[in-house]
């Protein structure tokens, strides 16, 4: 019996990556493809399909799931368009797909070849076409990255989308993509010169958009930063600036971005046209700092409570200001609200100054921690040590199961059981690890989520190191700090004279 008999059930895996365009819909002439081959084999066949660039397993939920069945023996076969699109990740990724396909004895299919796992000669090529891709893959990453920064070094924008209020037109050539929008130019003009003509300060201009029904440059509802970044961006300048960040911002790998200092950025004229003067920046920028709009700063720690103050009313971050009393010339910290429902509306949170009095009862408040909290943290100690036992309950029936399995495979080697018996009893077993590995997955997670959290012992530990520390006479930056130590948010609500503070810790 030839190979192609043998094969009854297969998965077909489909993935196109991000970076294989639009102009043709790869995923559907694949699926096409193997649907086809597998029909006129009288195959029956599930199908996983994933659109997703990442090329290692960890970042593809659709192949995660593919080779866990894979494991479990569900398929004959797993139909493909080439290897490569099982993954070019690294060899930890490739040793995991061929002891996947290897235990199971499951074949992989193309449309030009079946591989067999435990043929020597087939194992070597799949190894030899992985290595292939992964080289295939690294050279793509090495131009993507060569051609963007040949394009940054050139005045070419090679970001994405471009800066409110251009638009990217791939139609044209590289150095004349990035297209004004001339519809959303007369929007741009409108508030450099409400803020520079008319004295509009950054909220009034976003509260006016909002009431006119205006979209954001995201679709929505303008704010503070918005107005913000449109106006000191020196994209409008006819400038390009790379090289601000380093670092991947990507979710799922867990990606961090880290500002660097502007001594580092790559600054070029670009080729797109400028929406504003030298002069206009200039007078942009001193105003944004009389005004002390600067969100940059607040969230460095330039303000007492920078990141840490919250609305109660509206859930958004409070903005700070300083101010001088007339009286006695002391500059003091002030809050306000500046969110601004969709529709125009401005959140009706009265603000205050931070005076002592107030960092007074703030002080009181984060030392004093109320009863609740208390309850909560006895709650989650006990919760942990509830799904320690559990843990460890699913543990011994995961050990049960592989004995069972160990003893099904040993009693098929004796002739206890015939194929069909074997595959049933042994898919059955290996369900049962998969339940048991999942749920010991889950539960691991949550401990480990869990004990981030501090206990009730830790907490009182942090509140007496807090009010040793605490001086008033500690610089903002050091107060601030402190403070961060201990508290995650600090929610303000105040009705008439009366100032509510709720504290998050960390």
């Not at 070019?88 to 070849?113: C, H, M, V, W």
């Not at 999942?438 to 981030?452: A, F, N, P, V």
Request: charged share 35%.
């Amino acid at each position: 019996m030839d190979l192609q008999q043998k094969i009854k059930i297969v998965a077909i895996y489909l993935r196109k990556s991000r970076d294989e365009g639009e102009a043709e819909d790869v995923l559907v002439k694949h699926r096409d493809t193997l649907v086809s081959y597998a029909t006129n084999q009288n195959w029956k066949y599930v199908l996983y399909e994933e659109v997703e660039s990442g090329d290692k397993i960890a970042y593809r939920p659709k192949v995660q799931k593919l080779l866990d069945n894979v494991e479990a023996g569900f398929y004959d076969g797993v139909l493909v368009m080439d290897i490569d699109r099982l993954g070019r990740g690294d060899l930890y990724d490739q040793a995991i797909i061929n002891k996947a396909f290897k235990e199971s004895n499951t074949y992989i299919i193309t449309p030009q070849k079946i591989y067999n796992p435990h043929n020597e000669l087939d194992d070597v090529t799949m190894n030899m076409q992985g290595l292939f891709a992964r080289m295939e893959y690294n050279q793509i990453k090495k131009r993507l990255i060569q051609g963007k920064r040949y394009g940054a070094e050139k005045g070419t924008w090679v970001n994405g989308k471009p800066p409110f209020p251009y638009y990217y037109d791939r139609t044209k050539e590289p150095s004349q993509r990035v297209q004004v929008d001339n519809e959303k130019a007369k929007i741009y003009r409108m508030i450099i010169e409400m803020y520079l003509l008319k004295g509009y300060s950054t909220q009034e201009i976003s509260v006016w958009l909002n009431r006119n029904k205006i979209p954001s440059p995201g679709g929505s509802t303008w704010h503070n930063n918005a107005i913000y970044r449109v106006l000191s961006d020196e994209f409008h300048l006819g400038y390009i600036i790379n090289n601000k960040v380093k670092g991947s911002g990507h979710r799922k790998k867990g990606g961090k971005v880290t500002k660097l200092p502007p001594s580092e950025w790559t600054k070029v004229k670009g080729s797109h046209t400028p929406l504003k003067t030298e002069e206009e920046h200039e007078q942009i920028l001193t105003k944004l700092a009389k005004n002390q709009m600067i969100p940059d700063r607040s969230k460095s720690g330039c303000f007492t409570l920078s990141g840490l103050l919250i609305c109660k009313k509206c859930g958004h971050r409070m903005l700070f200001g300083r101010k001088k009393m007339a009286k006695t010339g002391k500059v003091y910290e002030n809050c306000k609200c500046h969110y601004v429902y969709p529709g125009g509306t401005k959140c009706k949170q009265t603000g205050r100054k931070l005076d002592e009095a107030f960092f007074d009862a703030l002080y009181q408040k984060i030392i004093n921690i109320d009863d609740d909290y208390l309850a909560q943290l006895k709650k989650q100690n006990e919760s942990i040590k509830q799904q320690k036992q559990l843990l460890e309950t699913k543990k011994q029936e995961l050990n049960k199961h592989e004995k069972a399995l160990k003893r099904i495979e040993e009693a098929f080697e004796e002739g206890a059981y015939d194929v069909k018996d074997f595959k049933r009893r042994k898919t059955e077993r290996k369900d049962k690890i998969n339940i048991a590995k999942g749920e010991i997955q889950k539960l691991e997670l949550l401990i480990r989520d869990s004990q981030k959290e501090v206990t009730l012992e830790e907490m009182q530990e942090r509140i007496e190191q807090f009010k040793v520390s605490w001086n008033k006479n500690m610089s903002i930056k050091e107060k601030n700090k402190l403070i961060r130590s201990l508290v995650n948010k600090i929610y303000y609500d105040r009705e008439g004279s009366q100032i509510t503070l709720e504290i998050e810790y960390k």
